[in-house]
């Protein structure tokens, strides 16, 4: 696949390259990098390019800046038989997403439905990202975030 920006066509496997090495420069480790790195990629592949590679810039310097944690210790708490909360540790929003997910998940496969409340995490990017990984375990995934209130609804 290709993403096209500004008129310059990028194939996705070189643009994904790019943007793991980036991070792994930065201070992620390769899974995060990777998670990272595919988030924004598919971003742009769905036409989304406000949560694309244009954030690149912003997590690497967060990173660099020590506002996201590069080797987070997430800490799960079950609160029921289908929930939990997931205390992000300040990771990467979508490493603790993805992490978020996995754990309803997994809920769901126990419970028939799962739902964990995620705290100390950061910008996550597109929710499709996450709520996508529940087709896979043929399940309806849905993600959510909270946001600064210079956001419209």
């Given at each position: 696949?290709?993403t096209?920006?500004a008129?310059?066509?990028?194939k996705a ?6 943007c ?19 988030s ?47 205390r992000?540790a ?8 993805a ?21 100390e ?15 896979r375990h043929?399940?309806i ?5 909270h946001?600064?209130s210079?956001?419209?609804?």
């Open positions: 696949m290709e096209r920006t008129g310059v066509v990028v496997e070189e643009l994904l390259a790019f793991r090495e980036t991070l792994v420069r930065a201070g992620l480790d390769d899974s995060g990098a990777e998670t990272v790195a595919q924004l990629v598919e971003a742009d592949l769905r036409g989304i390019a406000t949560h694309g590679v244009a954030r690149l810039w912003l997590y690497e310097r967060r990173v660099r800046a020590g506002l996201i944690r590069p080797k987070p210790n997430m800490e799960l708490v079950r609160t029921g038989p289908a929930t939990a909360s997931l992000g300040h990771g990467a929003g979508q490493v603790v997403g992490r978020g997910m996995s754990e309803a998940i997994a809920l769901a496969g126990e419970a028939g439905v799962g739902c964990v409340a995620v705290t995490s950061n910008h996550f990017g597109i929710a499709s990202f996450f709520s996508m990984k529940a087709i043929e399940m995934g849905v993600a959510l975030c946001s600064d210079l956001v419209a609804p």
